[in-house]
């Protein structure tokens, strides 16, 4: 797996932990046909409208950026307390061919 796959899924995941597992509310936003995302931390599930932090990267230019954001996760992240030692993954590559 690419470098950008690999940092995009990590980044994806940890979004996923930190919404489901502290009272901040979390969006991921995909818009694959520019190769952008953006993310959203906001101060609850209730204040949803209250960001605390968010950006926006070009997936395709910046993976030092998407580096950033993978330790600014991990920040809230440890900040909460959450548990990582559970976000053991695979990733299945799977191909088809057309012949």
């Not at 990267?57 to 991990?74: N, S």
């Amino acid at each position: 797996m690419d470098e950008k796959s690999r940092l995009m899924a990590e980044i994806t995941l940890l979004a996923m932990k930190l919404q489901n597992e502290t009272n901040y509310a979390v969006f991921v936003s995909l818009s694959g046909h520019v190769e952008k995302m953006e993310i959203r931390v906001c101060k609850s599930k209730k204040k949803y409208l209250d960001d605390i932090a968010s950006c926006e990267f070009y997936t395709d230019r910046d993976l030092e950026r998407m580096q950033e954001v993978k330790e600014y996760l991990l920040g809230f992240i440890e900040k909460k307390k959450v548990d990582v030692n559970q976000l053991d993954y695979e990733i299945e590559e799977i191909k088809h061919y057309v012949f």
